[in-house]
Nanobody
Framework: QVQLVESGGGLVQAGGSLRLSCAASGRTFSTAVMGWFRQAPGKEREFVATVSWSGTNRNYADSVKGRFTISRDNTDNIKNTVYLQMSSLTPEDTAVYYC????????????????????WGQGTQVTVSS
């Protein structure tokens, strides 16, 4: 059974920082594309960031470029971890953040498309107060 477990969410003031973690287990994800998405109340789930399985290629939503950084740790072949470092947070970043995994075509590929991801975590709440 594939499992993705997010952690690190919480309440932070505007301008602050948080680091989200996503632990992937139950399957080898060292060759999976990993992504972060978020969903605010009453809105569609939207793409935030993605990273190739090599860790060398990344892409970000325009709204978070320069403020968020995605990274991954593939050193443990049993459990892989993906991180989302968030800084300069604003109230508009308030949402439930989801980690997701997608089969990677090659070590450099990534995807921003929600429907390319077939494994999802349960989400972690991030609330930014003004």
């Amino acid at each position: 059974q594939v499992q993705l477990v997010e952690s690190g969410g919480g309440l932070v003031q505007a301008g602050g920082s948080l680091r989200l973690s996503c632990a992937a287990s139950g399957r080898t994800f060292s060759t999976a594309v990993m992504g972060w998405f978020r969903q605010a109340p009453g809105k569609e789930r939207e793409f935030v960031a993605t990273v190739s399985w090599s860790g060398t290629n990344r892409n970000y939503a325009d709204s978070v470029k320069g403020r968020f950084t995605i990274s991954r740790d593939n050193t443990d072949n049993i459990k892989n971890t993906v991180y989302l470092q968030m800084s300069s947070l604003t109230p508009e970043d308030t949402a439930v953040y989801y980690c997701a995994a997608s089969p990677g075509a090659n070590r450099f590929s990534y995807t921003t498309k929600r429907y390319d991801y077939n494994y999802w975590g349960q989400g972690t709440q991030v609330t930014v107060s003004s």
